[in-house]
Nanobody, 125 residues
């Protein structure tokens, strides 16, 4: 059974940084995708960044390119999202997600089978 647990959210001022962590217990798929999504009140859930566990390829939404970095620690089965130069529009609940055997698009929530409980990120101006 796959169990994802996020941590590291919080409140920061614009321009600040946060690092989110996602501990992926029981996730044994190779060359599959782990991603970060976010959802602000009244908005759809959107893909922020993703990493493929095999080759380490990474993908980012245009809105976060150059500011966010996704990385993995295979020994700890943990994925990180380093968020720098945060903006008020980054405020949202952030979710870690993992794809199952069928794979899919890195940015489509429907293509992810496992989800964490979410961690809140609030950026004030």
């Amino acid at each position: 059974q796959v169990h994802l647990v996020e941590s590291g959210g919080g409140s920061v001022q614009a321009g600040g940084s946060l690092r989110l962590s996602c501990a992926a217990a029981g996730y044994t798929y190779s060359s599959k995708c782990l991603g970060w999504f976010r959802q602000a009140p009244g908005k759809e859930r959107e893909g922020v960044a993703a990493i493929y566990t095999g080759g380490g390829s990474t993908y980012y939404a245009d809105s976060v390119k150059g500011r966010f970095t996704i990385s993995q620690d295979n020994a700890k089965n943990t994925v990180y999202l380093q968020m720098n130069s945060l903006k008020p529009e980054d405020t949202a609940m952030y979710y870690c997600a993992a794809q199952g055997w069928h794979g899919g698009s890195w940015y489509a929530p429907a293509d992810f089978d496992y989800w964490g409980q979410g961690t809140q990120v609030t950026v004030s101006s």
